[in-house]
């Protein structure tokens, strides 16, 4: 296994998984944590394509659930809360949802949550992934429950039906009417 890799390879990696999207042929170099790391160093950049397609290719790794994603959670918190991109948010916010909660700036993560589910202007995909990030504070503090029913239901008539199907399962999974 590697120990580091130059921000040329990883330039060049996320060049090659923007024009092929070879998830399969490339998820294997997701067991190297500095391999991780390096994705998400590029990810900080603000060019097009590298913070849009390193968080969507840590997204898939993620969603293997085999690899180990949890090293590199700080930093993927740090992405969510720094950057206003559409695109990054939304891969790092899938990411997040396959990680277990952690001390780590949890104040800051849960307000940035909110603000997005609660702002008109965020992208659907957003609001999704803030509302399965918030799905699992529930257990540990089930007085957030009802900030989430209320800051939802203020804009349900804005709804998509993607965002509707999500609050639905939501409701179901809390059992709330």
């Known amino acids: 296994m590697r120990s580091s890799y130059s921000p040329e390879e990883i330039e060049t990696f996320v060049q090659d998984f923007k024009k092929y999207r070879h998830v399969k042929e490339t998820i294997g170099l997701a ?7 390096a994705v998400v160093n590029i990810a900080q950049r603000t060019d097009y394509p ?3 397609y ?5 997204s898939k790794v993620a969603e293997a659930k085999k690899y180990p994603i ?3 959670q700080k930093e993927l918190l740090d992405l969510y809360l720094e950057h206003e991109n559409p695109g990054l948010q939304r891969s790092v916010l ?3 949802t396959f990680c277990p909660i952690i001390a780590y700036k949890q104040g800051e993560f849960l307000d940035k949550l909110f603000q997005d589910l609660a702002a008109p ?7 999704v992934h803030a509302l399965e990030n918030l799905q699992k504070f529930i257990p540990n ?3 957030l429950l009802g900030e989430i029913q209320h800051t939802v239901e203020m804009q349900r008539d804005n709804f998509t039906p993607a965002l509707n199907a999500r609050y639905k399962a939501f409701c179901k999974k809390n059992k709330l009417t």
Do not use: C, G, M, N
């Open 50 to 52: 590298y913070p849009e």
């Open 54 to 58: 390193s968080t969507w290719y840590l």
């Open 31 to 37: 067991q190297q944590p500095d391999f991780l790391k």
């Open 141 to 143: 503090y089930p007085e």
């Open 70 to 72: 949890h090293l590199i």
């Open 94 to 96: 899938k990411a997040l």
């Open 121 to 127: 202007e965020v992208k659907v995909a957003v609001k």
